[in-house]
């Protein structure tokens, strides 16, 4: 059973535009949630993160919202750029686990 | 951010010969490393745990003897495919935590192909 859903496997997205990737999980445990940029062939990079005890943090054009009650998060991108394609994972931590649960990604292509 | 060095990028093998892939955290020290592996449009799949001076912890269905971990020191992990087939031919990606923060760093990766 997957802990750590993204639903949408891709997303298109006009340059300029803000590019929103969600992300939902199950666990109520996890109280810690990250986002990573994974090109091909290559390791996935750490983008921004946030803890429970928000509901938002912001760091350049990369924003993520956290919504506890509907155990969504979801990472807004403004403006998107075309070097912003590549695979986006949503990783839960727990409270007490080392273990980084992933979602399979969604792939985001940045039209220019 | 804090560098993780995975080394080789790729390699090639014959099938029944054996592979050994490092894992360097650079700048910081690491008592728990990971080993993913990543078949093509999935995602990361956690195989290992591996804790500096102790046995690595394998998530099941992953063979133990087949893929063997060692943790030597703070700033170095191994992974050794034992005996590779074509069916080993993957994605393989380590990471580690610094201690001092929450977010994970991550190799490069390695292309392992069996031939």
């Known amino acids: 059973d997957q802990q750590v859903k993204q639903n949408s496997p891709s997303l298109s997205v006009q340059e300029g535009r803000i590019s929103i990737l969600n992300c939902d999980y199950t666990n109520s445990m996890f109280d810690y949630f990250l986002w990573y940029k994974k090109y091909p062939a290559e390791g996935p990079t750490f983008l921004i993160s946030i803890s429970s005890i928000k509901d938002k943090n912001e760091d350049g054009r990369f924003t993520v919202f956290l919504n506890k009650s509907a155990k969504h998060l979801s990472l807004h991108i403004v403006p998107s750029q075309p070097g912003d394609s590549a695979v986006y994972f949503c990783a839960s931590l727990g409270s007490g686990s080392e273990k980084l649960v992933f979602g399979k990604g969604t792939k985001l292509t940045v039209n220019p | ?115």
């Open chain 2, 1 to 115: 951010g804090a560098v993780v060095s995975q080394h080789p990028s790729w390699v090639i093998c014959k099938s029944g010969t054996s592979v050994k892939i490092e894992c360097r955290s650079l700048d910081f020290q690491a008592t728990t490393m990971f080993w993913y592996r990543q078949f093509p449009k999935q995602s990361l799949m956690l195989m290992a745990t591996s804790n500096e001076g102790s046995k690595a912890t394998y998530e099941q269905g992953v063979e133990k003897d087949k893929f063997l971990i060692n943790h030597a020191s703070l700033t170095l992990s191994t992974l050794t495919v034992t005996s590779a087939h074509p069916e080993d031919s993957s994605f393989y990606i380590c990471s580690a935590r610094d201690q001092e923060k929450t977010e994970a760093f991550f190799g490069q990766g390695t292309r392992l192909t069996v031939v």
